[in-house]
């Protein structure tokens, strides 16, 4: 056998196994992909919550995408608290005015950012939040001042649709 | 090898018979070009806007779509309305939703997510609103009568004088591609019932054609992605088949013994 | 698989495989010596493998979406096929699947019985493998009773009904069988606990009978038995993989024109009308793969022993390796029983196509003959065959001609299927 056809063989052999092996990886996808979120979960990406009823201190918890979204209407005397703290008093540095745009308004996702508990309200050494599960501490702007999660509450995309509508997501 | 494929594909042929034989009664249909239909077959989305328009004001008075969502009016593949004019089709239905802090029940402006409205609250509703019939929902008509979109298209034309010798209770028509030829739902289609928005001319014919489209599409809203990837796919597979054909020769020239 | 020794070259590997000796089993599957004579028609089992994983990973996937309630399952198929990502994809590739399998398990029966497959010392493999197509039935038919659709709901009325014909205790026995009084949510959600089980006892069994297979080795279309490993086998890894392979892809190609093409060809269109318990369809036909037998249970116009007809034509097959006289494996030889398999082939297929149409008039004629001669052909012809049969001289191996000179391979070959 010459070396030309040794090499012919090889090539035959090692198209076919790639073409299979091609083959085999598109197969796979759809098995894994069905397992995302479908269309439906998808399409509900986005919830409108009336706010008008909600007074100066006062926080409201509502559902969004199976997840608790905390609404507080914060006083003057807490978002002045809030403003106070100086950046490197944080374990994870963000202003207040970044988490806050409408600063009356704090909207963050209720789950702790160490292992997913939903923190107490008005609870903890930092007059914010409190999580019961393993003891993270969250000041009035939600971000983490004690404790073993790692960083501030997450604040979902949102926006005003008027002043007393909240569209989240 | 010649020998073994003659007789399997004489008992694929055989069961190819056998599945068109559970068509019981043949009824000639009428026929007409199906864009949808072949290995490439696509929706024409103007046929499918003007049969959502249809539907929307001819047939949702009395049947539900359960299964079909607002969204699913722009999404690819089907319609593809734009967003905004999906949503604004939406807004234009009012949803029941609730309850709310009060505990009660409240309608408001559909959305995307939303699924679309059922004329009747339930079975029984529709039943005693029809003289006992319930009109199907239509979110898989198609796939649920034996002869498809022909069957349907030909329904809605079907309507005729019933012949001498039949006689018919209060509320049954006489139409002759209802299965028994009765059928406890009146003609709904006249020339020029629709004004379609794009100027097609809506004759009954017309209307038929484009509202069957749209209920083809409600009924499998993935067909043109499954006409695509199958077309992949057993291009894919004819490659891989040659390619394994070839490497099987090189392999099996090592004994004598013919494959 | 106690014929091989085999020890790993690697310290490592002889560690692990004196605890457990997997690579043993490795080395003897690839190493498998297959008779080299093997033609298509030896490439079903190959696919029918495919096939039961297919079924095993497509439904797997499937009952992570499927809500197995009367008020939910067919809404839940609905959103599988609708919003699910690629759920259409593979609730068309399960249903078709289903089809693909019977289809794959009626040609290597049907391979079986041209080749007296069956025969000593292979009985036990047959006998499993009728137990296993047993088994295929019944997952078959409790999946298709899950989509709770017109023909889900009948079809389960009406098989679930058969056993009210053994006397005595058949009421009980259905009432047993439904959980209620009429088929309802406590049938559908055993018919799925039922549907999800099954497909890994088949899998067992497949074990069971790829292992009674590698005691005897493969039978061949001589029919003869060969030396073994010697001129006349190969291993099986790459000859008989890659041949498989090849034959698979043929398959999947067809499987593909189905599920990609004609999704909804071989199911029934009333199965898209959400069950209802007040209207039974106008026709109620089963699937294709089960009208045979549908065929014979319509024939018998008495309720109990249409039942009995029924059951006794598949598990007169269990028997088939005594009633089957003749010492000649392989129909090649035997010129006669050539002729009888291929009119059973056609009576087969007759009720199968009876089995479809109105059970009236010359249909159910037709099916009275030929479900009489199904019989007629196991009870009767095999056994008397044996002994009257003048069958061809055999050659003494695949690769000799046979002694004498006449019939040699090569005319042998010819003669398949013919």
Not at chain 2, 98 to 103: A, F, L, R, S, V
Not at chain 2, 223 to 247: C, D, N, Q
Request: aromatic letters at 14%.
């Amino acid at each position: 056998m010459t070396d030309k056809k040794t090499n012919r063989r090889d090539f035959l052999f090692t198209a076919t196994y790639a073409v299979g092996a091609v083959g085999v990886g598109a197969t796979i996808w759809p098995m894994i992909d069905q397992m995302n979120p479908d269309a439906s979960v998808k399409a509900l990406a986005s919830t409108e919550v009336d706010v008008s009823a909600v007074n100066p201190g006062k926080t409201i918890t509502v559902l969004w995408r199976g997840k608790p979204v905390f609404i507080r209407r914060r006083t003057q005397d807490e978002i002045a608290e809030a403003r106070a703290v100086k950046l490197e008093e944080l374990k994870h540095p963000e202003t207040d005015e970044d988490r806050a745009k409408n600063p009356e308004w704090l909207v963050m996702l209720g789950v702790c950012t160490h292992l997913g508990c939903v923190p107490l309200d008005q609870k903890g050494d930092y007059n914010g939040w409190f999580c019961p599960c393993h003891g993270s501490h969250y000041d009035i702007s939600g971000r983490i001042r004690k404790g073993p999660a790692p960083t501030n509450m997450e604040i979902p995309k949102y926006e005003f649709v008027n002043t007393n509508t909240i569209k989240i997501g | 090898m010649k020998n073994f494929f003659r007789k399997l594909s004489l008992i694929i042929l055989f069961f190819g018979f056998l599945s068109n034989s559970f068509a019981a009664e043949k009824v000639e249909y009428l026929k007409t070009d199906w864009s949808f239909k072949g290995l490439f077959g696509k929706f024409d989305r103007a046929a499918l806007q003007r049969g959502y328009q249809v539907y929307t004001e001819v047939c949702s008075s009395c049947h539900s779509m359960k299964y079909l969502s607002y969204r699913n009016l722009a999404e690819k593949g089907g319609p593809e309305f734009t967003e905004d004019q999906a949503k604004a089709i939406a807004a234009s239905f009012e949803v029941k939703d609730g309850p709310n802090e009060d505990g009660e029940m409240f309608t408001r402006p559909g959305k995307l997510s939303d699924k679309f409205v059922m004329p009747y609250e339930n079975v029984k509703a529709a039943q005693a609103a029809n003289g006992g019939a319930y009109p199907p929902d239509m979110s898989v008509l198609v796939k649920a009568r034996g002869g498809g979109v022909d069957y349907i298209y030909s329904l809605l034309q079907g309507y005729e004088e019933p012949p001498a010798g039949i006689t018919l209770d209060d509320g049954v028509y006489y139409n002759k591609y209802m299965y028994g030829n009765k059928i406890k739902m009146a003609n709904q289609l006249s020339d020029g019932l629709v004004e379609y928005a794009d100027g097609t001319n809506a004759s009954v014919e017309q209307m038929s054609k484009d509202v069957t489209t749209f209920l083809m599409w409600a009924a499998e809203p993935h067909l043109e992605s499954r006409h695509r990837m199958g077309f992949k796919a057993i291009v894919y597979l004819i490659i891989l088949t040659i390619l394994v054909y070839f490497s099987m020769k090189r392999i099996w020239s090592r004994v004598e013994t013919e494959v | 698989m106690s014929d091989h020794e085999y020890t790993p070259k690697s310290k490592v590997g002889k560690w692990f495989n004196d605890r457990l000796p997997l690579l043993t089993l490795a080395n003897h599957l690839t190493d498998y010596p297959t008779p080299k004579n093997l033609n298509y028609w030896w490439t079903f089992g190959g696919i029918l493998t495919f096939c039961l994983i297919t079924q095993i990973v497509t439904g797997l996937v499937l009952a992570m979406h499927y809500i197995a309630h009367a008020d939910m399952a067919f809404d839940s198929v609905e959103h599988i096929m609708r919003d699910v990502n690629y759920g259409w994809l593979i609730r068309y590739i399960h249903a078709n699947g289903a089809s693909m399998f019977f289809l794959a398990v009626y040609i290597h029966i049907f391979r079986s019985l041209f080749y007296g497959s069956y025969k000593a010392p292979r009985e036990i493999i047959w006998i499993i493998g009728i137990i296993i197509y047993l088994l295929m039935m019944a997952a078959a038919f409790m999946g298709y009773v899950l989509p709770w659709g017109q023909m889900s709901f009948w079809g389960a009325t009406v098989i679930t009904n058969l056993f009210s014909a053994i006397p005595l205790v058949g009421e009980g026995i259905v009432t047993w069988l439904w959980g209620g009084y009429s088929v309802d949510n406590p049938t559908l959600t055993r018919f799925f606990t039922l549907h999800y089980l099954i497909p890994f006892l088949i899998l067992g069994l497949v074990v069971l009978h790829i292992w009674a297979l590698h005691v005897p080795g493969n039978n061949n279309p001589v029919g003869i038995d060969v030396k073994k490993p010697s001129k006349d086998t190969v291993p099986f890894h790459p000859y008989i993989v890659i041949k498989d392979g090849f034959a698979l892809l043929m398959f999947m190609i067809v499987f593909a024109f189905f599920v990609f093409y004609t999704p909804n060809i071989l199911g029934h269109a009333d199965n898209y009308i959400e069950a209802d318990p007040l209207v039974t369809p106008a026709h109620i036909v089963p699937e294709w793969y089960l009208l045979p037998f549908y065929a014979i249970l319509r024939s018998v116009p008495d309720k109990l022993l249409g039942v009995v007809a029924m059951l006794s034509a598949i598990f007169i097959l269990a028997a088939l390796p005594w009633l089957d006289t003749s010492k000649i494996r392989s129909a090649v030889f035997r010129p006669l029983y050539r002729q009888f398999y291929w009119i059973l082939v056609a009576d087969v297929l007759i009720l199968g196509y009876v089995g479809a149409m109105p059970a009236e008039g010359l249909y159910l004629l037709i099916a009275r003959v030929a479900t009489a001669y199904y019989f007629l052909h196991f009870l009767v012809i095999l056994p008397v065959l044996g002994f009257k049969e003048k069958t061809l001289p055999i050659p003494l191996s695949i690769t000799e001609p046979v002694l004498g000179g006449s019939p040699n391979l090569a005319t042998a070959k010819k003669r398949e299927f013919k």
